[in-house]
């Protein structure tokens, strides 16, 4: 059934704050977890609230974070979440490289015992809606891929994503996990009773395909490009990982929720008034839409897309009809109502 998204909004800051958030970091943690879903990133959005409760319930996330800064300069930040909900430490994160550009230009904000904050894009989005580039990485708090021509889960499925803004167009929106499928699809699917391509997963055993997703704990994720994919998670995860004091590949638990691991993500935005103060930024990323857009497709491809446009679109959509959500996901958000004496989502 489709939920409006405002109800899914609130029921998810409501939830919550049952579990200890206090109203304001609800609020903007459900913030992120629903523009996810809003925005098409949907295995990261209202699917993984039941996750967070479980993550709550075990104490491996701090409901009332304390989240500072360590380190400060013209144009850097170090900021530790205090193993608080990841969506709250990378919208802070975002918030201080903002205003970080504005003065320098450039600016770089690393985080540190923070934990999974939903979709790269929600963040990358916040700094081309301020006419900046954004550019989110973050080291994954399980590890799920190996490197590659490896048989051991030394690498998780680090995301990386890029905002870039456009003028009359969206903004150029790239969102994508260093394997071929984020492990929250994979999940979705299982939920779901479905099966996943061949390709998607690798039996470390013996190197064959696994398609059935309930595999995933005992399988490899498959990176994107083969050896790319896995020096790609690699950089990424050296990056948002040990540059910030945060964890990265053995000192990860293999065993866990990826929760309360001292999880790492940084954040890159750039002021593009710096680079093109007496031209038409927006306007020349806009031309080079329309040429992607209204290029040749193959045979048996309808249109060529550019990333970021069907978003916008999307989201759109998804305001006026709501949110889309399954039947084995609504019964998880029935027993999350039932137990925190909420009324439960309906359409």
Known sequence: MNIP?????????????????????AATTAGCILEADLTGADAHGIFRLPQYVDAFDKKNINPRADIRTLEQGPATAL????????????????????????NAGLAWVGVRHSNHAGAGGVYAAMAAEQRMVGIYGAVSGFNQMAPWGGAEPLL???PLA??????????????????????????AAALR????????????????????????????LAPIGEHKGSGLALAIGLL????????????????GSG?????GQFIIVLDVARFAPNRD?????????????????????????????????????????????????????????ARFGMAPVSA
């Open 79 to 102: 900021i530790d979440g205090d193993n608080g909900m990841g969506h709250l430490a990378v919208t802070r994160a975002m918030q201080r490289a903002i205003e970080l550009a504005k």
């Open 240 to 255: 948002a990982g040990s540059l910030n004091g945060a964890s990265f590949g053995r000192e990860i638990p293999r065993s």
């Open 193 to 220: 009773g479905e099966t996943i391509p061949a390709g998607w997963m690798i039996d470390p055993a013996t190197g064959d395909a696994v398609t059935d997703p309930a595999k995933m704990m005992h399988s490899l």
């Open 156 to 158: 998780g499925t680090n």
């Open 5 to 25: 998204a405002l109800q899914l909004t609130q029921f998810a800051t409501d939830v919550l704050t049952a579990c200890g958030m206090p109203a304001a970091d």
């Open 281 to 337: 930024f927006g306007g020349a990323i806009d031309r080079h839409i329309d040429d992607l857009a209204q290029s040749t497709p193959l045979p048996g491809v309808d249109r060529v897309r550019v990333p970021g446009q069907a978003r916008a679109a999307r989201k759109q959509e998804r305001l006026a009809n709501g949110i889309a959500i399954s039947a084995p996901l609504k019964q998880q958000l029935d027993a999350l109502a």
């Open 259 to 263: 929760f309360g691991v001292n999880s």
């Open 162 to 187: 890029i905002g870039i803004p456009a003028g009359r167009q969206a903004p150029v929106i790239i969102d994508t996990a260093t394997s071929i499928a984020s492990a929250g699809m994979i999940k």
